[in-house]
């Protein structure tokens, strides 16, 4: 536990840019961020950078660099500003600004009477030093043979980067030194997927300076990567029932859990279009769910029905909305990603623990997902350190900081059973399904879910009214 000099110490020293040894400090920036121009209409946005310990248990050592972001529109916030933590690992605030902009356009600021404060966690973005691997990515395109996940391990060891230091406690630490930085008492979490991860470690390793959390896309440390074949079959099963409640969907459809079985297995035998196969299925399929809104009909049956019949136009459609579900080239920091996820998922990858998670899945998911969760992981670790951090950091986080917890029921990767995994162990938390949404609805600009957020805010001990969620039916798009 840090001292409470040095909370007192970094409270009085605020924003100045300089600061006593081992205290982390904050410097004004000029913004270097493409921000979209909406955005910058009806909102102040400044930047800086925190200076901090790369090990927080050595706060004399060697520092780091966080860029940070403030976004103002209210005329007179809060003290308790808005903390988003982002996902991946690794994905850069250069992939996030479309998400920030259409929350900002739902009134998230205005109604919570909040700043905004966003950041790139260590090694990733314009944080210091970068742990990008996208030299050895590029080159790699020109020497196929090469290793580019070994070479860039071996290239940032070479340049003297504690590379064990980049994990989801220190994470968590990072988040506490920008508010002891910036002189702030109190901050309100708000965790997006990995970012969910994070803001529970932060429950867990630095509570201090919470007043609220808000998690999305949920993925606690207790569930597991590997159990992905399960997710992905649980979010299809709910997107099969919905289309059977609704009437027009299975009319047009029939049994839709069948037709998905009947594509399957004719791409299988027989790839349409030159390629397209039963994993491009299921990949396509994964990424529209994790881009499932229900302000607008759902094209996954159409999809499924068109792969079937080698309609292009549909699936041309479909490609649209998969190629905005993909972060934009160079956001994502390889380096950061593959230590994080190194040594969260690492201790689970056993061909066991494969069968144990995924246990009676449907054969369609196990055929093209068991594998490659393995594969993906394994591959990638082999070439960098990986920490040891301990039983209890796999554990459910237990708090009673009080926490408000949305979660598609189409969300495919960070699904709505880990939702429930996350609540079992807090013990003021407040968990609200959003039928027909994939990954994020704050970031699709849902304003029932920005409503319910603001009012948790205002008072995050009393209930909140969630009865805008039922307000918006699922709908699919009809033949």
Not at 80 to 109: C, K, N, T
Not at 122 to 146: F, I, K, W, Y
Not at 200 to 210: D, H, Q, S, W
Not at 364 to 374: K, L, Y
Request: hydrophobic share 45%.
């Amino acid at each position: 536990m840090r001292s409470k000099l040095l909370i007192i110490m970094a409270a009085l020293l605020g924003t100045v840019g300089a600061s006593a040894q081992g205290v982390p400090s904050y410097t004004p920036v000029e913004c270097a961020y493409a921000l979209p121009e909406t955005l910058t209409a009806h909102a102040t946005v400044t930047c800086g950078l925190v200076t901090a310990p790369v090990d927080p248990a050595d706060p004399d050592g060697a520092t780091h660099q966080l860029s940070v972001v403030k976004v103002s529109a209210a005329a007179k916030p809060l003290p308790d500003p808005i903390v988003f933590l982002s996902g991946g690992p690794g994905v850069a605030l250069d992939a996030y600004w479309p998400a920030v902009e259409a929350m900002l356009d739902a009134g998230l600021l205005e109604q919570s009477q909040r700043d905004l404060l966003l950041f790139d966690q260590r090694g990733v973005g314009r944080s210091t030093p970068s742990l990008s691997c996208v030299v050895e990515a590029s080159a790699a395109q020109l020497l196929p043979t090469m290793d580019a996940n070994r070479t860039c391990s071996a290239r940032l060891a070479d340049e003297g980067i504690e590379l064990t230091r980049y994990t989801t406690v220190n994470n968590a630490e990072d988040v506490d030194a920008i508010r002891r930085a910036m002189g702030y008492a109190q901050f309100n979490i708000y965790g997006h997927s990995y970012g969910s991860r994070l803001a529970l470690a932060l429950m867990r390793y630095a509570p201090e300076g919470v007043r609220s959390v808000m998690l999305e896309g949920v993925f606690p440390p207790n569930a597991r990567f590997i159990a992905l074949p399960k997710y992905v079959e649980g979010a299809l099963a709910r997107v099969f029932d919905a289309c059977a409640d609704d009437p027009a969907c299975s009319a047009a459809y029939g049994d839709l859990d069948a037709l998905f079985s009947e594509t399957y297995l004719r791409v299988k035998a027989r790839p349409i279009f030159g390629g397209f196969d039963h994993n491009t299925l299921v990949r396509s399929l994964y990424y529209l769910m994790q881009g499932s809104r229900a302000d607008e009909p759902s094209i996954i049956p159409a999809f499924i029905l068109a792969v079937k019949n080698a309609d292009r136009t549909i699936m041309e459609r479909a490609y649209a909305l998969i190629d905005g579900e993909i972060p934009p080239s160079g956001t994502i920091s390889e380096g950061m990603q593959t230590l994080i996820n190194c040594a969260d998922e690492a201790p689970f990858l056993s061909e066991a623990e494969l069968a144990k998670f995924n246990d009676g899945v449907r054969v369609e998911i196990m055929e093209v997902f068991s594998g490659s969760v393995r594969a993906q992981f394994l591959e990638q670790c082999q070439n960098w350190p990986r920490v040891e951090l301990g039983s209890e950091h796999y554990k459910g986080v237990v708090s009673d900081i009080p926490t408000l917890i949305l979660n598609g029921t189409f969300d495919q990767v960070t699904a709505l059973e880990n939702a429930q995994l996350a609540a079992d162990s807090l013990t003021r938390v407040t968990l609200i399904p959003f039928p027909g949404y994939g990954h994020w609805p704050h970031g699709r600009g849902n304003p029932c879910a920005i409503a319910i957020y603001s009012l948790f805010l205002t008072d995050p001990i009393r209930p909140v009214d969630s009865s805008c969620v039922a307000t918006t039916p699922i709908t699919f798009l009809l033949p």
